[in-house]
C-alpha cells in the first residue's frame, strides 16, 4: 500500500523562477493538503483540494496556486519565487471529512538562489 | 539529510525510561488533535489522534492525554528508545468551517544510550 509521493525531492531555483511540485496521494485517499515547513518551524497549511477544487487556503498569496487531477494527484506551482520561499513542501492525504488525520510525504526541499 | 527543529525546545530522555510532551494549544474550538513524529530528511509521521470528548487514548507504547479546560495535550511515551529520537509536532483543528491543521513549533527528543 504506497503512501504519500512527492516529487522531486530537492529543487534548487533562482529568485523570479517559477516551480511545480508533484504529489500522489496514499492509496484511497481523495484529498490533497500543501504545506510549508520553514527550518525550525512546523508545517503552515497553504491550501487543499477535494474534487479537483481548492476548498480552503491558507495565508499564502496569489503566487501559490495548485491543481488536482481526476486520478486525485496534485501540483503546487509558486511564481515569482522569493528567497523567503525556500523551504520544505509537504503534501498530505486524507479522505474527505472533517476530523480526518493527514498523512504526510517525505516532501520537496525547495532551495532558492 | 537536512534537520528539522535546529532551534526547538529539547527533551532528553534516557533510554528505557518515559518521555512526556507537552503542548498548549490555543484555540477552544478545535476538537480534533494529532501528534506526529518528524525525522531528519523525513515528513511527519502520523503517531496518534484524539478527539475532544475523551481525556485520554493508548496507543502502542505510547498515550495521549487531552486537558480542554487548561487547553494542553500530552504525548507520554514508554520505556523510550533509540528509534523514537525525532521532532515531534502537535497539530489541532476544528470540526466546523475548517479542513486545515494548525501546527504546534513542535519539541525535539534525544533518547540518550
Known amino acids: 500500500d504506497a503512501g504519500v509521493t512527492q516529487s522531486p525531492t530537492h529543487l534548487i531555483k533562482t529568485r523570479g523562477q517559477q516551480v511545480t511540485l508533484r504529489c500522489s496521494p496514499k492509496?484511497?485517499?481523495?484529498?490533497v493538503s500543501w504545506y510549508q515547513q520553514a527550518l525550525g518551524q512546523g508545517p503552515q497549511f497553504i491550501f487543499q483540494?477535494?474534487?479537483?477544487?481548492?476548498?480552503q487556503r491558507g495565508n499564502f498569496p496569489d503566487r501559490f496556486s495548485g491543481h488536482q487531477f481526476p486520478n486525485y494527484s496534485s501540483e503546487l506551482n509558486v511564481n515569482a519565487l522569493l528567497l523567503g520561499d525556500s523551504a520544505l513542501y509537504l503534501c498530505?492525504?486524507?479522505?474527505?471529512?472533517?476530523?480526518?488525520?493527514?498523512?504526510f510525504g517525505d516532501g520537496t526541499r525547495l532551495s532558492i538562489l | 539529510g537536512e534537520s528539522v527543529g535546529l532551534h526547538l525546545p529539547t527533551l532528553s530522555v534516557q533510554e528505557g525510561d518515559n518521555s512526556i510532551i507537552n503542548c498548549a494549544y490555543s484555540?477552544?474550538?478545535?476538537?480534533?488533535f494529532i501528534w506526529y513524529k518528524q525525522e531528519s530528511g523525513k515528513g511527519p509521521q502520523f503517531i496518534i489522534d484524539?478527539?475532544?470528548?475523551?481525556d485520554k487514548r493508548q496507543g502502542q507504547r505510547v498515550t495521549v492525554l487531552l486537558n480542554k479546560t487548561v487547553k494542553h495535550l500530552s504525548l507520554q511515551i514508554a520505556a523510550t528508545q533509540p528509534g523514537d529520537s525525532a521532532v515531534y509536532f502537535c497539530?489541532?483543528?476544528?470540526?466546523?468551517?475548517?479542513?486545515?491543521?494548525?501546527f504546534g513549533t513542535g519539541t525535539r527528543l534525544k533518547v540518550l544510550a
Open positions: 497539530a489541532e483543528t476544528a470540526a466546523s468551517g475548517t479542513y486545515k491543521y494548525i
Open positions: 484555540n477552544s474550538a478545535s476538537d480534533y
Open positions: 492509496s484511497g485517499h481523495d484529498t
Open positions: 483540494y477535494y474534487e479537483e477544487e481548492e476548498r
Open positions: 498530505a492525504s486524507s479522505l474527505a471529512g472533517v476530523r480526518q488525520p493527514q498523512h
Open positions: 484524539i478527539r475532544s470528548n475523551m
